[in-house]
């Protein structure tokens, strides 16, 4: 750690909007993708046109996460973290004004450029102005909000867009976007670039393979993956099983809370030395392929036991991943491992509903479920695998 970096925590000041910013990125990203296939104007006419909008926030951020990411490593992140809340603000405010749908196209793709930009620069900024010694606790806290931001996202969205249409929520998002501008303009102080030897792409690529990196960052992944099937496909399993809208939504609500819960608390447990990275993470990963499994299981049942398996298992997995890589990251490559991190997220995000379509439409849900369960389940166990033999070598060699 350089001599720029701070070895104290920042006064919680510095760090309320860091977490507004990450609240507002879930908030915008859910909030209306839950809400516009209930939207009846001519925006949203066919289930291929909802899929294109639905599409459009997640593609840029796959697309731009990284770029953004190492463009706040060149210039700084507050300015990127700034540019994209304005920015996000400005492609919210343009749906209200023009209330077209040639106009939505234009402010979903907006929304998720401008995210693209802030959304990596604040993660990266939660790691510079804490010490190393706190990244858990600060990480913990940030996934916090976002999960506030998904759980309040569906609800309060639908009570916008109830009460005034999609426009409404537009304006909420315009706002927000600008007051935590703002805010993070006026508390969040400079951090500036710091100097960094030239990489090269074998370089780059050498990084991405690192397993410091990979390791995080594939986790993370799974993380997503199952928390978006959760979120999309746990209320098909309850409607299955002939539940109502009010017990299924609460399934949901669950997985939500426990994620949210859990961050804060595991990200104290790593700081204090209760919880290393490593088995952290295995521990995560295997409760959340659990909470897959669970989700085979027919009825209320199985459907509470998966929401909280899922939501625990990713709310352990998010502050220990994104630790490890500020730890394993100089920071002054900080905002380019964060964006690439973030693609990974996104990439999960994207591919945990399609693998358990896809093996729906073969076979059942059920069996989809079992896929992606066994997937997140085989990197942890090859790794106890491997940790009980070594064990039993040292052992063995001990005795001899």
């Given at each position: 750690?350089?001599?720029t970096?701070?070895?104290e925590?920042?006064p919680?000041g510095?760090?309320?909007?860091?977490?507004?910013?990450?609240?507002?990125?879930?908030?915008g990203?859910h909030?209306?993708?839950?809400n516009?296939g209930g939207h009846?104007?001519?925006?949203?006419?066919?289930?291929?046109?909802l899929?294109g909008?639905?599409?459009?926030?997640?593609?840029?951020?796959?697309l731009?996460?990284?770029v953004?990411?190492?463009?706040a490593?060149?210039?700084?992140?507050?300015?990127?973290?700034?540019?994209?809340?304005?920015?996000?603000?400005?492609?919210s405010?343009?749906?209200?004004?023009a209330?077209?749908?040639?106009w939505l196209?234009?402010?979903?793709?907006?929304?998720?450029?401008?995210?693209?930009a802030?959304?990596?620069?604040?993660?990266?900024?939660?790691?510079r102005?804490n010490?190393?010694a706190?990244?858990?606790?600060?990480f913990?806290?940030?996934?916090?909000h976002?999960?506030?931001g998904?759980?309040?996202?569906?609800?309060l969205?639908?009570v916008l867009?109830?009460?005034?249409?999609?426009?409404?929520l537009?304006?909420?998002l315009?706002?927000?976007?600008?007051?935590?501008?703002?805010?993070?303009?006026?508390?969040?102080?400079?951090v500036?670039?710091?100097?960094?030897q030239?990489?090269t792409?074998?370089?780059?690529?050498r990084?991405?393979?690192?397993?410091?990196?990979?390791r995080?960052?594939?986790?993370?992944?799974?993380?997503?993956?199952?928390?978006?099937?959760g979120?999309?496909?746990?209320?098909?399993?309850?409607a299955?099983?002939?539940?109502?809208?009010?017990?299924?939504?609460?399934a949901v609500?669950?997985?939500?809370?426990?994620a949210?819960?859990?961050?804060?608390?595991a990200?104290?447990?790593?700081?204090?030395g209760r919880?290393?990275?490593?088995?952290?993470?295995?521990?995560?990963?295997?409760?959340t392929a659990a909470g897959l499994?669970c989700?085979m299981?027919p009825g209320?049942?199985?459907?509470?036991?998966?929401?909280?398996?899922?939501?625990?298992g990713?709310?352990l997995?998010?502050?220990?991943?994104?630790a490890?890589l500020a730890?394993?990251?100089p920071?002054?490559?900080?905002g380019?491992t964060m964006?690439?991190a973030?693609?990974?997220?996104?990439?999960?995000d994207?591919?945990g509903?399609l693998l358990v379509?896809?093996?729906?439409?073969?076979?059942?849900?059920?069996?989809?479920?079992?896929?992606?369960a066994l997937l997140?389940?085989v990197?942890p166990?090859?790794?106890?695998?491997?940790?009980?033999?070594?064990?039993?070598?040292?052992?063995t060699?001990?005795?001899?």
């Amino acid at each position: 750690m350089t001599t720029t970096e701070p070895r104290e925590a920042a006064p919680a000041g510095r760090m309320w909007p860091l977490y507004a910013a990450g609240f507002t990125t879930a908030f915008g990203a859910h909030g209306i993708a839950a809400n516009l296939g209930g939207h009846s104007d001519d925006a949203v006419t066919s289930l291929l046109v909802l899929g294109g909008l639905l599409a459009l926030y997640d593609g840029a951020e796959v697309l731009l996460k990284p770029v953004f990411g190492s463009l706040a490593d060149r210039i700084g992140a507050r300015p990127v973290m700034l540019g994209g809340l304005v920015a996000f603000a400005l492609a919210s405010a343009a749906y209200v004004v023009a209330d077209s749908p040639a106009w939505l196209w234009a402010a979903r793709l907006g929304q998720g450029a401008a995210a693209s930009a802030f959304s990596p620069s604040a993660s990266a900024l939660v790691a510079r102005l804490n010490p190393a010694a706190r990244h858990g606790r600060a990480f913990g806290s940030y996934g916090f909000h976002k999960s506030i931001g998904y759980t309040l996202g569906p609800l309060l969205g639908g009570v916008l867009v109830w009460a005034g249409g999609l426009r409404l929520l537009f304006v909420v998002l315009a706002v927000l976007g600008a007051t935590v501008a703002l805010w993070a303009a006026v508390a969040v102080p400079h951090v500036p670039p710091l100097p960094k030897q030239r990489q090269t792409v074998v370089d780059l690529a050498r990084r991405l393979a690192d397993p410091a990196f990979l390791r995080p960052t594939a986790a993370l992944a799974a993380a997503t993956a199952a928390l978006s099937v959760g979120v999309g496909f746990l209320p098909v399993s309850g409607a299955a099983a002939g539940l109502g809208t009010v017990a299924t939504g609460a399934a949901v609500s669950v997985l939500a809370a426990c994620a949210a819960v859990v961050q804060p608390k595991a990200g104290r447990a790593l700081d204090e030395g209760r919880l290393g990275t490593r088995a952290g993470l295995t521990a995560g990963l295997l409760a959340t392929a659990a909470g897959l499994a669970c989700a085979m299981l027919p009825g209320l049942v199985g459907v509470l036991l998966a929401a909280a398996l899922i939501g625990a298992g990713t709310g352990l997995i998010t502050p220990l991943g994104f630790a490890a890589l500020a730890a394993s990251t100089p920071p002054e490559r900080l905002g380019r491992t964060m964006g690439s991190a973030e693609l990974g997220r996104e990439l999960g995000d994207a591919g945990g509903p399609l693998l358990v379509a896809a093996v729906a439409s073969l076979a059942t849900l059920t069996h989809g479920y079992a896929a992606l369960a066994l997937l997140i389940a085989v990197g942890p166990a090859v790794a106890l695998i491997k940790s009980a033999r070594n064990t039993a070598e040292n052992a063995t060699e001990n005795a001899a």
